[in-house]
């Protein structure tokens, strides 16, 4: 609330600009309260159901707009709908008494959309034509829960805040109870010097990652030197051994034929003997074909048994071949199955060792070689690593060596305009005074290497001190 000084009338302040001319300024003044709207323009506020207010529509133009009222006559509601607007917490208590929710759309119009409004919308995927106004909305439930909408388009509490940035700041009675905190003090002199933090900011982040991956390769390098022992010992068995791509599968098999054809050995020595000598199966068809060729020519039907007969003598003679193929196969010799069944005992005892499976063993000799060669290379790219953190280093050092410049040079600027308003204050035996200080180096970081306080000497001959140690209420107001 804006409260006039010596009166009991309060007034809400609400200033914002034209939208085809220049920003008014803000004239010292004793209100409490402004609500000041940036590089929009807010046109109407619409409340529905919220805390004492059923229904009000309002509407705003360029300038100044002063809300009066005593107190108690709701015009807190009217920051409280506003807040809601911009994403404030959704709390039910706002929801008025017997109703099931309430709601307070605000529209802001632009001569040209903010680029940080496009970008947010953007990313939210929320359409907006050129020239529309931008139209919010949220409605909370009694129960619990809330709604927001931009445009007529659902959108998450999250985005109205990011939005808020750009559309209104809000300006409390006791606002001024910021300046004793020393905190603020290096952003409002960075401000007053409209100072290029971004380039410091940037500088910071590349110096930050380029120590970040400097720390990581010298970490990667000194476990890999401590492991390089355990890694040459993996890799001499591995190539004492020498793995093979499928090899496993191959000796699987050749085990498992081995073991068949021991099982299977007596049957096929039986069958050996039965094919085996002049009384053989096929010898008897080849005996009984050749009588019978001498007979076939005296009847057709001889003629034909002949002809089975021969099919018969060439079936026997197929069988009698991969009988001998099948022997040979499973031939069982006890010194090469125990070769096969060591080779894969080993083979997956590192596989196990390595947590991988067998055909994956050839990758991790590869493995194991590329890190032993990191080793050796590891000097040389760390060397690098170190020349492009030293020139980040620099390049932040540069560019906030130029910020502390800037920023004591905006601090006699500062001092002096200062100076200027403690006189018609009354003030005449006060002086203020910036102080930029450097830090120590592990205290750098994304706004500079300074540390800023404003100070206050109030009477004459004391020396300078923080304002929260000084400063009265009336000197800080």
Not at 149 to 173: K, M, T, Y
């Amino acid at each position: 609330m804006l409260l006039r000084p010596y009166c009991t009338t309060q007034w809400l302040k609400i200033l914002q600009p034209p939208l085809f001319r220049g920003e008014p300024s803000l004239h010292r003044d004793g209100w409490r309260r402004i609500a000041r709207i940036r590089s929009a323009m807010l046109t109407t506020l619409a409340i529905r159901n919220i805390v004492l207010i059923e229904s009000l529509d309002l509407s705003f133009g360029p300038g100044l707009g002063v809300l009066t009222g005593e107190t108690g006559a709701g015009k807190s509601i009217l920051l409280d709908a506003l807040g809601l607007v911009l994403g404030a917490r959704a709390e039910t208590s706002l929801v008025r008494s017997g109703e099931e929710q309430a709601s307070a759309t605000a529209t802001f119009e632009f001569s040209t959309l903010p680029a940080a409004i496009v970008e947010a919308l953007d990313d939210a995927e929320v359409e907006i034509e050129p020239g529309e106004p931008l139209i919010i909305r949220r409605r909370v439930k009694a129960d619990g829960g809330s709604k927001a909408f931009v445009n007529d388009q659902a959108v998450g509490a999250a985005l109205l805040r990011q939005l808020a940035g750009a559309l209104v700041e809000l300006h409390g009675q006791h606002d001024d109870r910021g300046l004793v905190n020393p905190r603020g003090h290096r952003h409002l002199l960075d401000r007053f010097a409209a100072a290029n933090t971004a380039r410091v900011a940037s500088a910071w982040t590349g110096w930050h990652a380029a120590r970040a991956a400097l720390a990581n390769a010298r970490a990667g390098i000194e476990q890999a030197k401590a492991d390089q022992d355990l890694l040459l010992a993996h890799l001499a068995e591995l190539t004492a051994i020498v793995p093979e791509e499928g090899e496993e599968e191959t000796l699987a098999n050749s085990r498992s034929d081995m073991q068949k054809g021991e099982k299977l050995q007596g049957d096929l020595e039986e069958l050996r003997l039965m094919w085996d000598g002049s009384d053989s199966p096929l010898a008897r068809l080849r005996s009984a074909a050749r009588r019978l060729d001498r007979i076939a020519p005296e009847h057709a039907l001889l003629t034909e048994a002949l002809a089975s007969l021969d099919r018969a003598v060439i079936e026997a003679g197929e069988a009698e071949e991969k009988l001998e193929a099948a022997a040979i196969a499973l031939t069982h010799d006890p010194l090469e199955l125990d070769r096969i069944e060591t080779r894969l005992f080993e083979l997956r005892a590192l596989a196990r060792k390595h947590g991988c499976q067998v055909d994956d063993l050839p990758a991790v000799m590869t493995s194991l070689r590329g890190k032993l060669d990191a080793i050796e290379q590891g000097d040389a790219d760390l060397a690098e690593l170190v020349q492009a953190e030293q020139a980040a280093g620099e390049a932040y050092r540069k560019a906030a060596e130029a910020l502390h410049t800037a920023r004591v040079k905006a601090g006699g600027k500062l001092d002096k305009a200062v100076a200027g308003e403690l006189a018609p204050l009354k003030l005449d035996a006060a002086r203020f005074q910036t102080s930029v200080t450097e830090l120590p180096e592990d205290r750098w970081g994304a706004s500079g290497m300074d540390a800023v306080e404003f100070l206050i000497s109030t009477n004459p001959g004391a020396d300078f001190a923080p304002l929260n140690k000084i400063a009265s209420g009336g000197e800080l107001s």
